[in-house]
């Protein structure tokens, strides 16, 4: 909340034989608010290449780089597993553009039709509204990612066993053990990782206009009481 504390200090060291009447408040909190919706704008044009190239990367890892290094030991990737990448990739890039196209809509129609607390309203709304679908999108990619993970550890165990002439029943349980918790260690990781990474990409991109346009909406209905 740098910036509203800095309009705070600002309204503070002003004259008091000279106050700011409410219009000219609100003027300075309209600029403020444009300020913000002006870096949101951008990092919707940001958001969007980062996300395309995302998907460029996972797409290529399903149809090129998989099947062609797994193909050198005749493993198949299964059809179901690339429709499960495909949907998880599609819905992440789908709810983007939602988001996207109701938040233009939404600037449009407020430039011509709304004061600035129906405008902050209406952003909020929408940006809460991506949220809860951004992280819905979220869910559905790890558990692809992981249910990929794990069918690949267990076509690699599975085919280890079947080269060296061992029924998977037999296996060492002590071995196949260790290498469960170690996939599973893995896959931890993984998961995290991704989890991570594209929460705080959604946070510096789009999360913590939220709490500021909430705290500029606040300040601006307590000038109008």
Known sequence: MIELENLKKAWNKLPVEKPLDENQLTEMLGKHSKSMIDRI?????????ILFAMILIFALDDFFFSPMILGEDEIEVPQWLLFIGVFSNALIFTTFIYFATKYYRVRKSCDMDCNLKETLKKIIDTLRIYKTLFYLALVALLLAIGTGFVTGIFTGITDNASELGIPFAELDSKQLLIAVVAGLAG?????????????????KLYG??????????????????
């Open 208 to 225: 913590n206009y939220i709490q500021k346009l909430k705290q500029t909406l606040k300040e601006l209905e307590e000038f109008q009481d």
């Open 187 to 203: 896959l931890v990781v993984l998961v995290g990782s991704v989890f991570l990474f594209l929460r705080w990409g959604f946070r």
């Open 41 to 49: 704008d951008r990092n919707i044009k940001i958001g969007f290449v």
